[in-house]
């Protein structure tokens, strides 16, 4: 399952993924590398965590195995590529609106550095 229960929010790996994969298709590795970017470093995704989340994903519908590779030239032959759904596009708006919610309560309430309230 994608989440922690129907609905609720993504765990941290689905949502690093689906971010990934927001902007174009991309192989297991390739998704390591962005996660790790789009994070600034702070979030390593190992091989069992992202394979396992890939796996549940593609069984849930987020994402899905691509029929073509990005340059069949220069790459492995056995490389997969994922792109995200129609559904896994849904499910990562969603959660940025959840976050979007999340941030502006914390900005009301003066949590964030730098905010003043109000």
Known sequence: MASSRAGGPLTPAVLHILLALSTQERHGY??????ESDSRGKVRMGPGTLYGSIRR???AG???ESD?????SLDDERRVYYGITALGQQTLATELQRYRQVVAVAHERSLLPGATGG
């Not at 390739?30 to 996660?35: E, L, P, S």
């Not at 073509?68 to 069949?72: L, S, T």
Request: hydrophobic share 40%; glycine share 6%; no cysteine.
């Open 62 to 64: 987020l994402i899905r």
């Open 68 to 72: 073509k590779k990005i340059d069949p």
């Open 57 to 59: 994903m593609t069984e």
């Open 30 to 35: 390739g998704i390591m590398k962005q996660v």
